[in-house]
């Protein structure tokens, strides 16, 4: 069994602020054989959320990075933190270097994970079980049942070696051998941000589908004097199907003695079965009443409060460390054969619409991923809404003999085939998007629309050579292509 070792990152402090966005870790020589491809960078931190409104009101946060497409998106893999990375070893120099790893392994991660795992990954960033009517976050405990207050934890994220760097799929990196090894990364810090999850539960549901509605209450008829309970109009046979959890801040709709309707915000404080029913209704219980004196009260509706001016929300980054897995039984390590990043970032004019230029690709390439930054360093995704069709020459010769048309067939045949060069299996050849709140959410024709982000890469397999040579990009667009791009050469290295 391999045993686990911490270490923590030079840097003392951490903070979204911009100016602490540098982490170096320093693994020490002969402390045995490491099991890189096990091991990962934990990232420590805690959403921070005030109410003005209430201060003993609880939130449902999530994780999210501002700049992106939709700050609503769910990133299947949180190297979406790592801007930068490289490895130097005491003994061999530098092992391996990496521009734009956020670009680059974060619009693979769409594609390399199916369908059904996007749907179940309870994992390591802004993720949820996205088949619950409300998708819970890993930054809460929310109880839906009792009178225990919900509160803020603490949320590690794990980021593992190998989704940053090609050499880490080793599982025998002799420290005895390649002596101390230094880790430095530029993050997305100053990126990241919490979110409140406001999902309008009260009239419909996440998947944007008309169903029942969860904030309705029976109208109560003539009360003689205030109430601060009510019982939800639905059954609720699994709690994960229940918006509500204990420290909830909701606003009460209702209509008194026919006037028009107003609304009461009101904190929940028990959540339990209605004790007078067979039935499956909850009854919430508040902070305070909900009725304004005695009266008949009707048009009863329970929703998500409406108080984002009141509320605030900021992240804690506690401590950056590495979790290294000690290898218990270790193999001799030989020769180290991995896959290597070179990214070269490239502009042109922002409204051009057509592109041609050729690049310096280094020996012994293996696949070639062009990725498109068209709104600055602040952009994550891969988005070029108005590219129709591409060819990519090397050394004046085709790698496929016609214009490839972005979302035709022969598109998704050239994703199929760097894939399988990789030896890795395709998952989801549509690259969907889960939203935090929506759910599935796919680009097709409504690509542009921004809370329907699908990334655009091109990746095509390159004929290996031995020496360098040169590629030339040509792209066709039906308006402005945006101006910038970048180009991934993944190459073949070897470590003795």
Same mark, same amino acid.
């Given at each position: 069994?391999?045993?686990?070792?911490?270490?923590?990152?030079?840097?003392?402090?951490?903070?979204?602020?911009?100016?602490?966005?540098? !982490?170096?870790?320093?693994?020490?020589?002969?402390?045995?054989?490491?099991?890189?491809?096990?091991?990962?960078?934990?990232?420590?931190?805690?959403?921070?959320?005030?109410?003005?409104?209430?201060?003993?009101?609880?939130?449902?946060?999530?994780?999210?990075?501002?700049?992106? %497409?939709?700050?609503?998106? *769910?990133?299947?893999?949180?190297?979406?933190?790592?801007?930068?990375?490289?490895?130097?070893?005491? !003994? /061999?120099?530098?092992?391996?270097?990496?521009?734009?790893?956020?670009?680059?392994?974060?619009?693979?991660?769409?594609?390399?994970?199916?369908?059904?795992?996007?749907?179940?990954?309870?994992?390591?960033?802004?993720?949820?079980?996205?088949?619950?009517?409300?998708?819970?976050?890993?930054?809460?405990?929310?109880? *839906?049942?009792?009178?225990?207050?919900?509160?803020?934890? &603490?949320?590690?994220?794990?980021?593992?070696?190998?989704?940053?760097?090609?050499?880490?799929?080793?599982?025998?990196?002799?420290? #005895?051998?390649?002596?101390?090894?230094?880790?430095?990364? $530029?993050?997305?810090?100053?990126?990241?941000?919490?979110?409140?999850?406001?999902?309008?539960? @009260?009239?419909?549901?996440?998947?944007?589908?008309?169903?029942?509605?969860?904030?309705?209450? @029976?109208?109560?008829?003539?009360?003689?004097? &205030?109430?601060?309970?009510?019982?939800? &109009?639905?059954?609720?046979?699994?709690?994960?199907?229940?918006?509500?959890?204990v420290g909830q801040l909701v606003d009460v709709e209702r209509s008194k003695n026919a006037a028009a309707g107003t609304t009461q915000k009101c904190r929940?404080?028990?959540?339990?079965?209605? @004790?007078?029913?067979?039935?499956?209704?909850?009854?919430?219980?508040?902070?305070?009443?909900?009725?304004?004196?005695?009266?008949?009260?009707?048009?009863? /509706?329970?929703?998500?409060? #409406? &108080?984002?001016?009141?509320?605030?929300?900021?992240?804690?980054?506690?401590?950056? $460390?590495?979790?290294?897995?000690?290898?218990?039984?270790? $193999?001799?390590?030989?020769?180290?054969?991995?896959?290597?990043?070179?990214?070269?970032?490239?502009?042109?004019?922002?409204?051009?619409?057509?592109?041609?230029?050729?690049?310096?690709?280094? @020996?012994?390439?293996?696949?070639?991923?062009?990725?498109?930054?068209?709104?600055?360093?602040?952009?994550?995704?891969?988005?070029?809404?108005?590219?129709?069709?591409?060819?990519?020459?090397?050394?004046?010769?085709?790698? !496929? #003999?016609?214009?490839? /048309?972005?979302?035709?067939?022969?598109?998704?045949?050239?994703?199929?085939?760097?894939?399988?060069?990789?030896?890795? !299996?395709?998952?989801?050849?549509?690259a969907f998007i889960k939203d935090v709140f929506q759910g599935k959410v796919d680009g097709g024709s409504t690509r542009a629309n921004p809370n329907n982000?699908?990334?655009?890469?091109?990746?095509?397999?390159?004929?290996? *050579?031995? +020496?360098?040579?040169?590629?030339?990009?040509?792209?066709?667009? %039906?308006?402005?292509?945006?101006? #910038?791009?970048? +180009?991934? %050469?993944?190459? +073949?290295?070897?470590?003795?």
């Amino acid at each position: 069994m391999d045993n686990l070792i911490k270490i923590q990152a030079e840097q003392a402090s951490f903070d979204t602020s911009g100016s602490k966005n540098l !982490v170096d870790i320093h693994i020490p020589a002969n402390i045995g054989v490491i099991n890189l491809k096990d091991s990962y960078i934990n990232i420590n931190t805690r959403a921070v959320t005030t109410s003005t409104a209430d201060a003993e009101a609880v939130f449902q946060t999530f994780l999210t990075l501002n700049g992106s %497409s939709s700050v609503n998106q *769910k990133w299947e893999d949180p190297v979406c933190l790592i801007r930068n990375a490289s490895a130097f070893s005491s !003994v /061999k120099g530098k092992i391996e270097d990496i521009k734009r790893c956020d670009v680059l392994r974060s619009n693979l991660a769409v594609y390399s994970k199916g369908n059904e795992v996007k749907e179940f990954d309870l994992g390591d960033f802004n993720s949820g079980n996205h088949r619950q009517q409300i998708a819970d976050q890993p930054q809460n405990e929310v109880p *839906k049942l009792g009178n225990t207050k919900g509160r803020a934890k &603490d949320q590690d994220i794990y980021i593992p070696l190998k989704s940053i760097f090609g050499f880490c799929n080793s599982e025998n990196y002799d420290t #005895n051998k390649m002596g101390s090894t230094r880790l430095h990364f $530029e993050c997305n810090f100053n990126h990241l941000e919490s979110g409140i999850i406001s999902v309008d539960w @009260a009239d419909t549901l996440q998947y944007g589908v008309a169903t029942a509605t969860l904030g309705k209450v @029976a109208d109560v008829g003539a009360l003689t004097a &205030d109430r601060n309970f009510v019982v939800t &109009d639905n059954e609720f046979m699994d709690l994960q199907d229940s918006p509500f959890f204990v420290g909830q801040l909701v606003d009460v709709e209702r209509s008194k003695n026919a006037a028009a309707g107003t609304t009461q915000k009101c904190r929940i404080t028990q959540i339990e079965y209605d @004790a007078d029913g067979p039935t499956m209704k909850l009854k919430l219980t508040f902070s305070k009443n909900w009725t304004d004196g005695a009266g008949t009260y009707t048009a009863i /509706k329970v929703k998500p409060t #409406n &108080d984002a001016g009141d509320r605030n929300s900021s992240i804690n980054i506690n401590r950056v $460390e590495l979790v290294a897995h000690i290898n218990a039984n270790p $193999e001799p390590q030989g020769e180290m054969v991995y896959s290597a990043i070179m990214a070269q970032e490239d502009q042109f004019s922002s409204t051009a619409t057509s592109f041609n230029r050729t690049y310096d690709i280094p @020996a012994n390439t293996k696949n070639i991923y062009l990725m498109f930054n068209n709104n600055g360093d602040a952009r994550i995704l891969s988005e070029s809404n108005n590219l129709t069709g591409y060819r990519l020459t090397v050394d004046n010769e085709e790698v !496929v #003999n016609r214009e490839v /048309k972005v979302n035709a067939p022969l598109h998704f045949e050239q994703i199929q085939q760097v894939f399988m060069n990789n030896g890795q !299996v395709l998952g989801d050849l549509r690259a969907f998007i889960k939203d935090v709140f929506q759910g599935k959410v796919d680009g097709g024709s409504t690509r542009a629309n921004p809370n329907n982000p699908t990334p655009v890469v091109v990746m095509s397999p390159y004929p290996f *050579k031995a +020496v360098p040579s040169k590629l030339n990009v040509e792209l066709n667009g %039906s308006g402005a292509l945006g101006g #910038n791009i970048i +180009v991934f %050469s993944e190459t +073949v290295k070897t470590l003795k």
